[in-house]
């Protein structure tokens, strides 16, 4: 009796799905105001904080984006998640402030042939027939430089000589040298090479040799295995203002830079992220880079 209960209930629930959906998109759109890009936090000119014993501005804690997190685009950054309730109800995403600030435009200044191919990246991104085409980050893959700045939470500790960046999403990590020689030329990494020092409040991170594997989006905003980042994290109290600029003669005109701003996030515990442990639809994803 119970069962055949929960079982009307359920049904009555479910029927009445379409009505307020359809309601919904009855309801005239209300007009869109034009997204401003976001506005730096403001900066104290010195560090005014406690330091480390080894005399570093003390910054350990958890930092997360200010504004739009997410890396679908560079030019248009939010969730990949974000755009489904869009798509599903026929319309096209917003669009958002770019995260490039430089050039004004808001474009990363692609090479032509750089340009034609991420746009057939962008056209097969979602694509099952194309799964070369599928961000490294669905393949539980690390995410390279930058990217999880706007993407996930980032955890600060700092030890003598280096500062460590854990990332809640996939659970991976950064350690940044300071005030070291770079590793020899011939070695490519996933997370590239990050050697950094202290000016003033701000730590500049110098980022060479990139294996290229990993991209800056979703839709596959690339660069080449000679690509040279410069990091730039300027701390203020419980802020950051998070800069790269991105050298890449290869696929790019001209170098480019694009901003994060950050804020601290009090009591926050990272869990256990498992990526697709488990999720046996994405054996054919896998499948298809074992050569």
Request: glycine share 8%; with cysteine; net charge negative.
């Amino acid at each position: 009796m119970r069962t055949h209960l929960i079982v009307a209930v359920l049904g009555v629930a479910l029927l009445s799905i379409p009505c307020r959906v359809a309601a919904q998109d009855a309801a005239p759109a209300a007009p869109r105001r034009a997204a401003q890009p976001p506005e730096p936090l403001p900066m104290p000119g010195e560090w005014t904080g406690s330091r480390t014993p080894d005399g570093q501005p003390d910054i350990h804690g958890v930092y997360d984006t200010s504004a739009i997190s997410g890396s679908w685009a560079l030019e248009n950054p939010m969730a990949g998640g974000g755009r489904f309730p869009y798509l599903a109800a026929g319309k096209e995403p917003p669009k958002n402030p770019s995260r490039v600030i430089d050039p004004p435009d808001g474009k990363v200044p692609y090479q032509a042939w750089a340009l034609k191919e991420r746009a057939d990246q962008e056209a097969h991104v979602e694509d099952p027939q194309r799964p070369e085409h599928l961000d490294t980050q669905i393949r539980c893959l690390l995410q390279g430089p930058a990217r999880g700045f706007y993407t996930t939470q980032a955890r600060f500790t700092q030890g003598p000589g280096y500062v460590l960046v854990n990332f809640d999403q996939y659970a991976y990590f950064r350690v940044i040298r300071l005030n070291a020689p770079h590793v020899g030329k011939d070695i490519k990494l996933w997370m590239g090479d990050s050697v950094g020092h202290w000016e003033g409040n701000t730590l500049v991170v110098d980022v060479t040799n990139v294996n290229a594997k990993a991209r800056l989006s979703m839709i596959g905003d690339f660069y080449d295995t000679n690509a040279h980042f410069v990091e730039r994290l300027t701390f203020g109290k419980d802020v950051i203002n998070y800069k790269a600029t991105i050298e890449d003669p290869t696929v790019l005109t001209r170098p480019y830079t694009i901003g994060v701003p950050m804020k601290r996030v009090a009591e926050y515990e990272f869990w256990e992220y498992a990526c697709h442990e488990g999720e046996k639809t994405s054996g054919h994803i896998d499948s298809t880079f074992k050569k």
